[in-house]
């Protein structure tokens, strides 16, 4: 690609920060909305955090977020993009995708608004993430259902909700392992949404691989294996 210097530029600084259960970028979900129990909240840092800026915020059920893919920016974009999706084989334009290699690097993401907290600092508590813990988040705007609900509307190469089968199982350490994260009681139904996407790149899917899978979500380190859509958690601990 050449590279053209624009006149325009433009400043952007976080309004705040997503505090997540997901501390990878594997296994996250690959849009808003697919993983109802993904509850984290937006810490607004000064001068966004006056109480000002949130009055009534409080009577939206949803938000829209603009945020920085921070832990992918530097890897920078290309025109073609390979979607998940799409087996990683078929080639879309990267405007045609919400890839993460993009100009800019800025996401968008649509979440449920659970409860406003102005003590003992601002803090909009969020439900249904996608987002990285630590994801500076540029811009709130409510969403609105008049403008942004379109019923009739045409989804490309992603039209359905993706669907997997995939059943989950715990293994006995698993469950000794959710007895004790007792600060987190949503985390069974937490991990069981997050496995119901399938996180596993589409080739490994395919060929039914037999790799013992990991992930993080707050602080516990959480294993899994797939076999026969049987995905079976192995274990559950804290670090
Ligand atoms: N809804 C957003 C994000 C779609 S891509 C949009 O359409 O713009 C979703 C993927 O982004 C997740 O699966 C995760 O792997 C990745 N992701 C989330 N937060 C990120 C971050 N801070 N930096 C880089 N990648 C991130």
Redesign the pocket.
């Known amino acids: 690609m050449s590279e053209q210097v624009s006149e325009q530029q433009w400043t952007i600084e976080p309004v705040g920060y997503i505090r997540s259960p997901?501390r990878q970028?594997?296994a996250?979900?690959?849009?808003?909305g697919l993983v109802k129990s993904a509850i984290g909240s937006i810490e607004l840092v000064a001068p966004y955090h006056h109480p000002d800026c949130l009055r009534g915020i409080e009577d939206f059920s949803h938000l829209w977020l603009s945020?920085?893919?921070?832990?992918?920016?530097d890897q920078g974009w290309k025109p073609l993009v390979r979607p998940p999706r799409l087996g990683g084989n078929a080639k879309k334009g990267v405007f045609a995708t919400?890839?993460?290699f993009r100009p800019n690097?800025?996401?968008?993401?649509v979440v449920e608004l659970v409860e406003v907290q102005l003590s003992p600092k601002p803090e909009l508590i969020v439900r249904g993430l996608?987002?990285?813990d630590?994801?500076?988040i540029i811009d709130i705007k409510p969403y609105l259902p008049y403008a942004d609900a379109i019923p009739n509307a045409r989804g490309g190469f992603a039209d359905d909700r993706p669907s997997t089968g995939v059943v989950i199982e715990f293994s006995e350490a698993a469950e000794a392992g959710l007895r004790r994260a007792h600060a987190h009681p949503h985390l069974r139904q937490l991990i069981s949404e997050v496995l119901g996407q399938d996180p596993r790149p589409g080739y490994q899917r395919e060929q039914n691989w037999q790799k013992e899978y990991g992930m993080h979500l707050y602080h516990y380190n959480i294993k899994w294996r797939v076999q026969d859509g049987i995905a079976t958690v192995t274990q559950v601990s804290a670090e």
């Open positions: 997901y970028k594997f996250i979900p690959r849009q808003p945020f920085v893919f921070h832990e992918t920016a919400r890839s993460t690097a800025l996401g968008l993401s996608d987002l990285l630590g994801t500076p």
